[in-house]
């Protein structure tokens, strides 16, 4: 291998390494003898710095840490051949032994090249079942309906309420103000007729069309509420004639 290779070789490499970075001494003497002992601990170190590739390493039954460099090489050399389907130039007896310098710094390239290609996958993968699961989450949620807004407004229409905040959760669902009135079915007399008073006083800022919708609704409940003891029926507003009884 001539000198320019080599340093051309370790160019590249010394570029990998500040990507990955790598934070271990880097013998640049013995990558360029070719010392297995110069090589294993950048590859042992591209390959177990990166919790996912690490994690899905073990779950495939690869442990990379804690071995003999035969070991580490045996199971390196498995793990470029099922996991990367990438096949070595040297043999791992070759790896093992003294020389074979540019093919040991090309190999190490290549790790890493793959490494940062998986790594880049896995997170796109990560980022997609994000989405998904988010996506699925939001479909999953019923989308909120007028009853459930015209609900929570009415709950807040007590007596002596607040006019402002009243107002405010009026308009919210003005786009279904009839809805009010059904929520104040079944309540008590005095509270019906104060409640729907204040409905009344806030459906003036709606269309005309809505208004007379909503008026309508509160005259039906009006008659369906009236006091049976004393025999009063309601008239609609818009109609109702005030009779006095001759003195």
Known sequence: MSTADL???????????????????????GLSQGD????????????????????????????????TD???????????????????????EQFLKFGFSQRKISLICDVIDLVLQKKRQMKKTKVKH??????????????PTDADTVS???????????PSTNAKRFQACSHSPEAVVTELTG?????????????E????????????????????????QRDPEKGIELQPKDNLTHEKSPS
């Open 36 to 67: 297995p002992s110069a090589v294993l601990p950048i590859l042992s170190f591209s390959l177990t710095t990166f919790p996912p590739l690490n994690e899905q390493l073990m779950a495939s039954g690869f442990e990379l840490t804690g071995k």
């Open 7 to 29: 340093h051309g070789g370790l160019q590249k490499l010394e570029a990998f390494l500040r990507t990955i970075k790598f934070t271990g001494p880097v013998d640049y003497n």
């Open 130 to 143: 994000t989405r998904a699961s988010k996506d699925s989450k939001e479909e999953r949620r019923p989308p």
């Open 70 to 92: 035969l070991r580490f090489t045996e199971t390196l050399f498995k793990v470029l051949r099922d996991i990367f389907h990438y096949k070595p130039t040297l043999t791992k």
């Open 152 to 162: 929570e407004m009415a709950s807040g229409l007590a007596i002596g309420g607040n």
């Open 187 to 199: 309540w008590n007399w005095t509270d019906v007729e104060r409640r729907l008073s204040a409905v």
């Open 201 to 224: 006083a806030q459906v003036q800022s709606l269309p005309v069309v809505h208004r007379l919708n909503v008026l309508e609704k509160r005259l039906e409940e009006l008659e369906k």
